[in-house]
């Protein structure tokens, strides 16, 4: 990596503040030689990460997450003014107090992804959010696709995903992993069939979803006649993948989707945490998007599969959790789990039909 490309990669996970994947120190002095952080807080926090997934640890940074509040000092505001500082006017202080307000409406799916350049966007990718008799530059930003900042333009992270033919190139682990294994454990003898989805997430989407159609079983019962029982529904698997795809933590490096089906079972692995306040047992009646710009394009412009039942790829009603639980639970007799795994995973659990099951 040469030395313009490293210094713009670190100011974009810079802005973004700290995360379980990157650190920020301060770094004080004492005379000439460092006082703070000393060997021990180092220590700590490269075992931390090396017990972890890695991760970046960056010296001399303070956690700029936390300073988009407007700061005080006995009361007024100050700024500086050349070499010295002034006590704020209230139109300045005014002004401040906006743009502070909308730095936290920033979203990290609508900020720009160092590097990228508005001539890496495939045309045929675009065509569905294009207007006629508007320009295109200014369609594309309005609707976060594109972004910019005091010194490059280029692709948003939600354009990276949507606008370009291979994600990964900018976004290492925007990506969903399939693993087929034959037996219920995860182990590389018994792996059947895998797959690596790369390209825009729609189609990502698409392919986990045929994934799972294609490796999953089908039993029959006979009745007065036959009767199909197929592992999984593929409505629900549909809703399960459309979910972790638009609502992944997409600042988190080192984590990918993992869709990996057993014998008995299919797992789901999406990085990150809930969103805000939300809980596993809240996620049957509340709904928090924590990538609005994407989930708002997906539910605009993209169309479902014909197993979803319904028009858009993303409805916004929050029946997505609900619809997964009921009809797993119908097809299967068991009832699908969720839960976190380390914080930084949220694990989907879909249990698999058979014919003993339907009894």
Not at 152 to 166: A, M, Q, R, Y
Not at 281 to 298: I, S
């Amino acid at each position: 990596m040469d030395q313009e490309k490293l210094v713009k990669d670190l100011l974009f996970h810079i802005r973004l503040g700290e995360d379980s994947s990157i650190e920020f120190k301060a770094v004080t002095y004492e005379g000439e030689r460092p006082k703070d952080p000393n060997r021990d807080k180092m220590a700590h926090e490269i075992a931390a990460f090396a017990n972890g997934q890695g991760g970046r640890l960056v010296l001399g940074v303070v956690d700029i997450s936390r300073s988009i509040s407007v700061h005080q000092s006995a009361g007024r505001y100050y700024q500086r003014v050349g070499s010295t500082k002034q006590e704020m006017k209230p139109e300045v202080l005014a002004r401040l107090f906006q743009q502070r307000s909308q730095a936290r409406l920033i979203r990290f799916d609508e900020a720009l992804v160092p590097g990228t350049q508005v001539e890496d966007i495939d045309k045929s990718l675009k065509q569905r959010f294009l207007k006629p008799n508007t320009p295109e530059k200014e369609q594309l930003h309005k609707l976060h696709l594109t972004a910019k900042d005091d010194y490059d333009e280029g692709l948003s992270v939600c354009g990276v995903l949507l606008l370009t033919p291979d994600p990964t190139q900018w976004l290492n682990n925007a990506y969903v992993q399939c693993v087929f294994y034959s037996g219920t454990a995860r182990d590389a003898e018994d792996q059947l069939d895998a797959q690596d989805y790369t390209g825009p997430i729609d189609q990502q989407i698409n392919g986990a979803v045929d994934f799972v159609k294609r490796n999953m079983r089908i039993e029959a019962k006979k009745q007065i006649g036959r009767v199909d029982i197929p592992q999984y529904d593929l409505g629900a698997i549909f809703e399960a993948v459309v979910n972790a795809v638009a609502h992944r933590d997409y600042s988190m490096t080192g984590r990918r989707i993992r869709l990996h089906l057993f014998a008995d079972r299919l797992e789901l692995y999406s990085p990150g945490e809930l969103s805000n306040s939300l809980t596993i047992d809240g996620l049957m009646e509340n709904t928090v998007t924590r990538n609005e710009a994407l989930v708002n394009l997906l539910s605009r412009y993209y169309q479902a599969r014909e197993e979803a039942g319904r028009q858009a790829l993303i409805e916004r009603r929050g029946e997505g959790v609900p619809k997964i639980v009921h009809r797993s639970t119908e097809l299967s007799g068991k009832e699908p789990e969720y839960r976190l795994i380390d914080d930084r995973e949220l694990l989907l659990t879909i249990y698999a039909a058979s014919k003993e099951s339907r009894r």
